[in-house]
């Protein structure tokens, strides 16, 4: 899973990315790293604690695959960042990466496993439904779908369901709450 604002076709470029740190006083950032493709795989944690929260903070994430990091595109990099106690801890709220500068926010992308079924998010503050669409041009072993979603004015968290059914069945729904300011 990864959460990101901006354009899924722009190029990663490690030493860009960035989020807004949570009001929350959780001590440490956790985050994890995947490629779409299962090739690439990182874990980090960060001690935040005297850094200024509702500010951006740039993460800088030494690694020796930066060649590899920046032949991707940033839909095909799943990156879960999350304040917490403890990492991996619990998540409140899921924080969304943005790659570069001048980044809008007025759309979140989720990217999820649809575990082959068919695949929309719920958000609970708009009371309506987002669809899915399938990644398809590359063998996807970490996730396989992305969901845009508008984020409404005003919201500090949005709540999502993602929901997926499968023939006449439909899968246990999982909450997803996105932290947008």
């Not at 740190?21 to 944690?45: F, M």
């Not at 709220?93 to 990217?111: E, F, Y």
């Not at 009371?127 to 984020?151: E, G, H, N, P, Q």
Request: aromatic residues 8%; hydrophobic residues 40%.
């Amino acid at each position: 899973m990864g959460v990101f604002y901006g354009d899924g076709e722009m190029r990663v470029t490690p030493d860009s990315m960035h989020l807004m740190l949570p009001s929350n006083g959780s001590p440490k950032l956790c985050v994890t790293i995947n490629s779409r493709d299962g090739s690439y795989e990182a874990q980090a944690e960060y001690d935040i604690r005297a850094t200024t929260r509702g500010q951006r903070y740039v993460v800088s994430f030494p690694t020796d695959y930066t060649d590899k990091l920046m032949s991707l595109r940033v839909e095909d990099l799943g990156v879960l960042a999350y304040a917490s106690s403890r990492c991996p801890g619990p998540v409140e709220a899921i924080l969304p990466v943005a790659w570069g500068s001048n980044v809008a926010t007025d759309k979140v992308t989720v990217l999820v496993n649809s575990q082959r079924a068919s695949t929309r998010v719920f958000s609970l503050q708009l009371d309506r439904y987002f669809s899915c669409r399938m990644l398809t041009d590359t063998d996807s072993k970490a996730y396989d779908a992305a969901c845009d979603i508008a984020v409404g004015p005003g919201a500090d968290v949005i709540e999502l369901k993602l929901v997926r059914k499968r023939d006449a069945h439909r899968l246990e729904d999982v909450s997803i709450p996105i932290a947008v300011r």
